[in-house]
Structure formats: structure tokens, C-alpha cells
């Protein structure tokens, strides 16, 4: 696996129990699954050289986040080693442009959209859509970080310097959402594929803070669609391990709701960190099993309600105390800490907690991410 | 943790959510726990010094076995490194003489037993039971090993030869019992303690091979008394971590069953498999939680029945299309591989598999468990 956050730090567990002997790729000695994996050699994910001597030491290479440049996975790719997912795959999640260009072709909905390279171009969809839209880089973007709501072409005057034709932004329209799903699936390279329910993701500054599954009072019918969404984009992209498909829900002029797709990812996600008490087979398991073409696990929910609060960092750099309480105050919290250095606003755990009551469950898993970031002290 | 067998190695998932650094002192790099460990230093847990240098990098010691002689415990004990469980409770689950002692000190249900050091106390017990009696070595044995039903004194001709008023042999009424029983408990050095569900345990040739839990049918006295039972010896005895109090059912002269003891271990046992996949808080969570005095976690069975199969090695040295075939054909086993080497009889993994119908669970654990050590081809 290249990468050696958190995504990684939560396999080493299911890999162990399959059997698997997992290596990571890691940046640094100190990274999240660093300091929990047996086999974790240094070297970044930009050098070509490093990842192809690690992955000569592979059978199969897969990813914990989706930044390895084209032309290393070329060279990975070269030496036999097979990559899931595959970059013809990959290629859609590290491109937002690329993504919708694709999809589009599908008939998968999307919001309105358009690229652009000057400000004419940003100019005519502003025009078009007739408000504020949503301007993004591309590539590298995460939580948040190359999106910018623009109500004029000014507002993003830096990126349009450097945008080019082979290199545009990505203009979208601003969706007045009902609320954010995400859709979960598994595909295997025999082409087996398995979902898990849809959930509702909450997000805070543009960061998950807390997941519902399923999503509470999701319609059968908008449910079914937005399943056979999730899997029909695995399988026209050719994804093989866990894809996550973020959604907006958004209200029909019929009064039936329905979705457009949101963003892409190929890996374990932050909307499935759930499945790791909630479902029969977690997310991180499954990937495993996918990416080794093993069978895969079901993807049943194990309880009616699972709610999940990620635990974000904050004032508090000395977690003991508060860890304790939590765990005292409430017995059957599932607590994942990430053995990350605490700073403000970063993801260093999450609470999962299943059950009958959602309300109570959601209460429970919020007040002790709340707890342990510090925002509250009862 | 002392020890890098199959029980070290299914802490280290555990280890990593709860965000704690877990080092296991191997006896060799090919160990089950060390192949997967991120910190597996080599060294024998009977050698004073290297255990001693171990535990000097360590906040708190634990175990993976029972087989830490007293004078290494005590060495380590000096350095002011807490151990879990303490020596002075370790003592009884080394030394199943001191243990009879102490359990009818306390009036907990035993065999009927006594001590021998020669032909003529072994013949007196025979004469006392009138029948066939187990005779033990009080320390060092497992799954069988150390354990002879006997008829006459010369059945253990060769053990006498060695025994002595400092060593004794054991005996014990072979118990004539409905069935096997255990009760898994926890308990921290600040004295909270949880129990699990009573659990049946099945032994095959004097190795479990499948627990079914909770025990089915049992009488909801017996469940209470066998956990207060439990209780009260891992409170007696300052038992630390996980205790497994290993039972016989036995029928009463009234009609109502009871039980008595047969064994101790204290540390995640084979009768707990089952909780890591059918329990909120898994074993190995459980003892981390434990021995280093946090906050103990919610016991309960996540669904009515949980049934585990051992996966003990058979014929088949290369278990990968076994392994394929048992996951194809039930999404819904949890397996649990080791990362051992086959041999005929050693224990390489288990199966769980949790829901509503016992006989069913049962029979598919129970086929892949088979199916795994190439006792069936279907």
C-alpha cells in the first residue's frame, strides 16, 4: 500500500487477520500506519525509484490516498506488478475534470458544469448559471482545499494565470443539496461487486464530521438509484477495491428526490469508516479482498443505526484524560484513534457507535468526539 | 506482551484503534505475532536479561502464554515495570496444584483432588474415587499435553520417577460431565471487572474445536452462578487482564446442573475467539483495555449467537483455494488466520460466524473449519 495515513493504519488490522502480509509505503518513520505495520520502508510517493524498488517486493500495490503521480504507476505497471485500482481507473479519481467528462458520457447525473481556461470562459458560466458556481483545481484537492465559490471570474484571477488548455479548471454549479450521501462499493478485477447501504455524511468547514447509516429516511427508490450508481460507475471506470461515491440529495421538481455525484474516490473513505463495527465486513477488509481478488465479504449492516463522529484535533494536545472519561461514560463506544500528533482541525480519530436509536447514538458518538477535541468538558 | 503467538498477534489490530504502541517479545521473526508487528524484538521469555532489557522500553507487561518463570517475573517486577496479570495471581494459572488449593480455599466447585508424590498416595486416590482419575503435572502442559487418565499407579510410573514433596503430581476425579464450559471475564488493577456470556466449548481429542456462545440451553442459575464464580476468582486471585475459568456442567443429585473447574488461563483464550467478532468489545481490545486500567468496554453479544470453529492444520500445506472457496461460498465468516505454518493438528485459525440460528452458524463454521484442514472436498 503507497501512503501511510490513516486509511493504511486501519488495514493492518484486517490484514493480519486474512493472513496478508501488508507493506506500506510510508513518508515518514512517524506516520499514522508506520507506527502499527510491520513492514513499513520510507520513501515518497513521487519518487519513481523508491516506489518501484518497493514494488518489486509486492504482488499487488494498491493506495491509501489517490496522489501517486501517471508516470510512477506507469513505471509500477512496467514491472508486472499489478496496481489496483488500475490508473485507467485512477485516472478519474485524481481528476475532477476528467471525472466529469466521464460520467457525463455515462449519463451518471452531475451538477452543470464546464472547464475553463480564461475568464471569458468563467464569465459565460457564472452567466448561465445565474449565481455564485464552484470553481475547482482538478487534482490535489482534499477536504476542502482547491474549492473556492466564486461570484465573479476576479475571485479566482491567481489559479486563471496558471490554467492552460491542458491544464483548466473545473467550473460547477453551486447545488442546493437536500442534504450528502455516499455510496460505498467493493469491485473485484473477476468484476464481483458488493454495496454497502447508502449513508448521509455531515460536513462541517468542509470536513466530514459525522456519518449516518443508513441514511435516515432515504427513500427505497432514490436508495436503489443511487446503489446501482455506486456500481455501475465501478464498473464502466473499471475500479477494483472500495469506491466511494459522494452525492448531493437534492429535491425534484416532482417532489421525489435524487442525487447528483459529488466527488470520486478510490480507496477506503471517511463515509465508510462506519462498516468497521457496523457492517458484517468492514471497509478495510474488503479492499483488501478486493484488491487480492479474494471473494468478498457482506456488506450488511450488522445493527439498524450506526452513527460515526470523526474526532478532530483541537486545543487539547494530551488526549489521556479525555479518552479515559469517554470510554468510562459510555461502555460500548468503538473509539480509533490514529496515533496522530494533535493540531487543530486535523483528523486524528472517529467513534463508532451502533444500536436502535439514532438520535441517541448520534448524541453519543457527537459528545465524545466533542469531548475528546475539547469543545466540551461534560 | 511476552510471547508472539496467534493471541499476541490478534491484539495488534486492537492495539492500533485504541491507539496504543505494542511491542511482543518474539522467539522468532517468523513468529504468528511477529510477522505482523510493527515493534517484534527477538528473545526467549525463560532469558533473565534479554526479558529484562525488554521490559525496560515497556510501560506495562503482559503476556501471550503462561510460561514467564517466577524468577524472570520477579527481575522485571524490580525494575517497577507494572505486570498484568501480577505474579502473585499469574502463580495460579502456572501451577494447577496451586490453583486446586487456593479454588477450594475459596469454595469454588472443584474435582475431587489430591497431591502425589509416590505410587502409594496415587493408589490411595484411585482407591477413594473407585475409578479412573486424571493425573496432571501441576505446570508446563496444554491442550492435553501433561494430562494421563490413569487406572493404577504404574500409568505414570515415569512421572513418579521425578515428582517430590517440592514437586507433586496432581489428581483429579474424572469428571463425569455433561459438558464443557467457559466463562471469560476482565478485570482492572482498579478492580472493574466485565463478563462475557457463558460460552460451550467443544473439545476435539483434547483441543477445543468449536464454542458456541452463549451455551445453549443453559438454565439462567447456572449462567449466574458460573459468572459469579468467575468473578469472585478474578477478584480473589487480583487476577489483571483476561481471565478464562474453563468448567465442567455437571448433573446435580437434584436434577439441576452445576459445575466445577477445570482450568485457568489469564490472558485471551481460545473460548474468546468468538468475541471478536459477536461481542462489542472483543477479547483482545478487552485485555489492552484491562491491563493498562482503562476504562473496560461493553461485553455484550452483538447478536443471539456467535459460533466459532477452530481451524486446526490438516493434509493441505497451501491453504490458498481452500480459502478462496470457503469465502465464496459464505460472504458472512469472519476468518481469522494465524500466519502459521501447517501441521497436522496445530491450530492455524478459526471461523465465527454470528445471526439467529444456532444449528445453522454452527454447521457453516464447522464446514469451513473442515473445509480448511481438507477433511471434506465439498
Redesign the interface.
Known amino acids: 500500500m503507497i501512503g501511510s495515513g490513516q486509511l493504511a ?2 488495514s ?8 496478508i ?2 507493506s506500506v509505503l510510508a513518508t515518514d518513520p512517524d506516520d499514522s500506519a ?5 513492514h ?1 520502508p520510507v520513501g515518497h510517493h513521487t519518487d519513481l525509484d523508491r516506489v518501484v524498488q518497493f514494488a518489486r517486493h509486492c504482488d499487488v500495490i494498491t493506495f491509501d490516498h489517490e496522489h501517486v503521480p501517471a508516470d510512477v504507476l506507469a513505471a509500477v505497471a512496467e514491472l508486472g506488478v499489478p496496481i489496483h485500482p488500475d490508473p485507467s481507473a485512477l485516472q478519474f479519481a485524481q481528476d475532477k475534470l476528467a471525472m466529469r467528462i466521464r460520467l457525463t458520457e455515462l449519463g451518471i447525473p452531475c451538477p452543470r458544469w464546464a472547464s475553463a481556461t480564461n475568464a471569458q470562459e468563467v464569465t459565460a458560466f457564472l452567466d448561465r448559471i445565474g449565481g455564485p458556481v464552484v470553481a475547482k483545481t482538478p487534482r490535489g484537492g482534499y477536504d476542502g482545499k482547491g474549492v473556492r465559490v466564486i461570484r465573479a471570474a476576479d475571485d479566482i484571477a491567481d489559479w486563471l494565470t496558471r490554467a492552460s488548455e491542458a491544464d483548466p479548471l473545473l467550473l460547477e454549479e453551486l447545488v442546493d443539496f437536500v442534504r450528502e450521501l455516499a455510496v460505498l462499493v467493493a469491485r473485484s478485477p473477476s468484476g464481483q461487486a ?1 454495496a454497502w447501504p447508502v449513508v448521509e455524511t455531515v460536513q462541517t468547514d468542509s470536513i466530514c464530521t459525522e456519518v449516518l447509516a443508513p441514511a435516515p429516511g432515504l427513500s427505497p427508490d432514490l436508495a436503489a438509484a443511487a446503489t446501482e450508481a455506486g456500481l455501475r460507475i465501478a464498473g464502466e471506470l473499471g475500479v477494483t477495491g472500495v469506491l466511494a461515491v459522494e452525492m448531493f440529495e437534492i429535491a425534484g421538481p416532482d417532489g421525489r428526490n435524487g442525487f447528483v455525484v459529488n466527488e470520486l474516490a478510490m480507496r477506503p473513505h471517511n463515509s465508510g469508516h462506519w462498516t468497521m463495527d457496523g457492517s ?2 468492514g471497509q478495510f477488509e474488503q479492499h483488501l ?1 478486493a484488491v487480492l481478488d ?5 456488506p ?1 449492516a ?2 439498524p443505526w450506526t452513527a460515526m463522529a470523526n474526532v478532530l484535533g483541537g486545543d487539547l494536545t494530551e ?1 489521556y484524560s479525555t ?2 472519561h469517554i ?2 461514560r459510555d ?2 463506544l ?6 496522530k500528533s494533535v493540531r487543530p482541525g486535523r483528523k486524528i ?1 472517529h467513534i463508532n457507535v451502533s444500536g436502535s436509536d439514532l438520535d441517541d447514538l448520534r448524541e453519543r458518538a457527537r459528545h465524545a468526539a466533542d469531548y475528546l477535541r475539547g469543545v466540551i468538558d461534560e
Chains 1, 2 share one sequence.
Do not use: F, Q, S
Not at 493492518?12 to 493472513?19: D, N
Open positions: 493504519r486501519m493492518v488490522g484486517p490484514a493480519a487477520e486474512l493472513g502480509t501488508l508506520a507506527l502499527v505495520a510491520a513499513a458488493a458484517v465486513t479482498r479474494l471473494p468478498l465479504g457482506a450488511d450488522r445493527e488526549l479518552y479515559r470510554m468510562a461502555p460500548h468503538k473509539i480509533h484513534l490514529y496515533g480519530g
